[in-house]
Nanobody, 120 residues
Framework: QVQLVESGGGLVQAGGSLRLSCAAS????????MAWFRQAPGKEREFVAV????????NYANSVKGRFTISRDNAKNMVYLQMDSLKPEDTAVYYC?????????????WGQGTQVTVSS
């Protein structure tokens, strides 16, 4: 079993940046695809970005493409989400998740989430 803990959320003005971190423990995540999702109030959870185990394959939601960057450090068992040019519509709770295989059709474990609030 793996535990995921997100951090780095907060309040930022539109146009600003935040870097989210996801720390994994319990076992290595170096062989697993990792992803970020988000859920805004009153909305369903939505996909943000995914990265393959090696980091060579990355996909983004169209809404964040060009502004967000997902990365990972397998030696540290960490995954990151650099968020630039933030918009009020990026306000949400952000979750990291781990999948057992590629392509990641389902995710087995989730973190508790970190709140990101972007003011206009």
């Amino acid at each position: 079993q793996v535990q995921l803990v997100e951090s780095g959320g907060g309040l930022v003005q539109a146009g600003g940046s935040l870097r989210l971190s996801c720390a994994a423990s319990g076992r290595t995540i170096s062989t697993n695809p990792m992803a970020w999702f988000r859920q805004a109030p009153g909305k369903e959870r939505e996909f943000v970005a995914v990265i393959s185990s090696s980091g060579r394959v990355i996909n983004y939601a169209n809404s964040v493409k060009g502004r967000f960057t997902i990365s990972r450090d397998n030696a540290k068992n960490m995954v990151y989400l650099q968020m630039d040019s933030l918009k009020p519509e990026d306000t949400a709770v952000y979750y990291c998740a781990i999948s057992a295989r590629w392509p990641p059709n389902e995710y087995d474990y989730w973190g508790q989430g970190t709140q990101v609030t972007v003011s206009s």
